[in-house]
């Protein structure tokens, strides 16, 4: 009589059990599972070996990848030394400056010629860092040929404040090309330093 009453409950609780936890979640883990191995996009990272979803995986010249993968691959292409920011800051600035002496005569050129002194920096500190790069260059880059073109643009504009006229040493006119060879020589540089990396 009791064995009875105990089967009846224990039947019951197994019944009740079954349809919970565990084999269900063993259905649905093999239900992934076949997902995973039976669609087509399974992708996987051809560094790590981890399987990536199509939204996630980076199509690299060598295969797909998974994001951490190409994000150490972007830290191996930035191969700058210690120095190479100091060397492209120095290069930027120097070749800037002489540019700028060339605003006066020139005028309008200028527009011109301030792309080619971008080139001319990007070519030059290729040069003298043996084709190393990075962002650390792509900025000193930047911030040199800004530093470098300004002198004489300062120069002008600290003339006009001590005279209190903006009618000296060349006007506005000369004022408005010194500003643009400093925007255009240093965008020049920066975007040639950039692309060059992409
Ligand atoms: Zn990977």
């Known amino acids: ?10 039947d019951f609780n197994e019944l009740m059990r079954d349809t919970s936890d565990e084999p269900h979640l063993e ?7 076949q997902d995973w191995q039976d669609e087509d996009p399974v992708l996987r ?22 994001k951490e993968c190409v994000r150490g691959q972007q830290k191996v292409f930035d191969t ?3 120095l190479d920011p100091v060397i492209a800051f120095f290069i930027a600035a120097l070749v800037a400056f ?4 060339l605003v006066a005569p020139l005028g309008f050129i200028i527009i011109l010629v301030a792309s080619g002194l971008g080139l001319l920096i990007y070519n030059l500190t290729r040069l003298a860092l043996k084709r190393r790069r990075g962002t650390k260059i792509d900025l000193a880059i930047l911030f040199g040929a800004l530093i470098g073109a300004s002198p004489l643009l300062v120069h002008l504009v600290l003339q006009m404040v ?3 006229s903006i009618n000296v040493g060349g006007g506005v006119g000369k004022l408005i090309w010194y500003i643009v060879y400093v925007a255009l020589v240093a965008a020049s540089a920066y975007a040639q330093s950039r692309g060059a990396r992409k």
């Open 1 to 10: 009589m009791s064995d009875e009453k105990t089967e009846i409950p224990n």
């Open 27 to 33: 259905v649905s883990e093999t239900a992934a599972h």
């Open 45 to 66: 990272c051809n560094r790590c070996g981890k399987p990536i979803d199509a939204q996630h995986a980076i199509l690299t010249p060598i295969g797909y990848r998974c």
């Open 80 to 82: 700058s030394k210690a």
């Open 98 to 101: 002489a540019g700028s002496w």
């Open 162 to 164: 001590s005279a209190k």
